[in-house]
């Protein structure tokens, strides 16, 4: 079945630490993928998307991820983290085409960046 | 620019009642989801609809019911409240064509409570 999956649950991290969170799926063919933040109490926001082109792409806030088809891999990457970062990061890909086309959600990871 | 707009914010709800959260977007978006977000469970798919006239189940549709008269409104139903349903809803919406339909914006919430 497809699915997706973000290995780090929790993470911590001082700030100015550099943070790379995991997101991997299984699906064979063309994917759109997604990473979404979740700041304490908010809603969700669309931090970066790649579809096609450069593997990697930017997002606000100084993120990047990196599409890895080889390992069906797309890593949320940021060089030097902030307190403002606090939040739950979500990471989500989009396959199919069609009617059989979906949206599959990682389960989050929760990132605290202590000051 | 609203965006996606969800009423109730917040509700407390005695097991047995029913209610509805109403959603609505300005985006002309034909794609509108429901879902709901429970502590370390990620997003769960409810409802979605493709158009208006059209809707069909997600993951956990039991309890729930929805209607989309039009392209702006996607109203959730709770028929019988359970305390299984205490969760955070989040009602969603993207753009039709291709790339783009997993782009999703999110409403601010709502917060419910089933006692």
């Known amino acids: 079945a497809q699915s997706v999956s973000q290995h780090n649950h929790h993470v911590i991290l001082s700030e100015a630490a550099s943070l790379e969170l995991g997101c991997n799926y299984s699906?064979?063919?063309?994917?759109?993928l997604f990473w979404y933040v979740q700041y304490p109490g908010q809603h969700l926001q669309l931090l970066l998307k790649?579809?096609?082109?450069d593997p990697l792409v930017k997002g606000i806030k100084g993120f990047e991820a990196e599409f890895i088809k080889s390992k069906f891999s797309f890593n949320l990457r940021k060089p030097s983290v902030q307190w403002s970062d606090t939040a739950e990061y979500f990471c989500a890909v989009d396959l199919g085409a069609g009617n059989n086309r979906k949206l599959i959600w990682g389960l989050g990871t929760s990132l605290a960046v202590n000051p | 620019n609203a965006g996606v707009t969800q009423t109730p914010k917040f509700r407390i709800l005695k097991i047995g009642q029913s209610m509805t959260l109403q959603c609505t977007q300005d985006m002309n978006h034909n794609y509108m989801y429901w879902y709901r977000q429970d502590p370390g469970m990620g997003l769960k798919l409810i409802y979605y609809?493709?158009?208006?006239?059209?809707?069909d189940k997600g993951e956990v549709p039991n309890g729930y019911n929805v209607s989309r008269s039009t392209t702006e409104d996607f109203p959730l139903r709770l028929e019988l409240a359970a305390p299984s349903q205490t969760s955070v809803y989040f009602c969603a919406s993207s753009r039709t064509s291709g790339r783009s339909t997993g782009e999703l914006f999110f409403g601010e919430g709502s917060r419910l409570t089933v006692l």
């Open positions: 609809s493709v158009g208006a006239g059209i809707t």
């Open positions: 790649y579809f096609s082109g």
């Open positions: 699906y064979g063919g063309t994917v759109n």
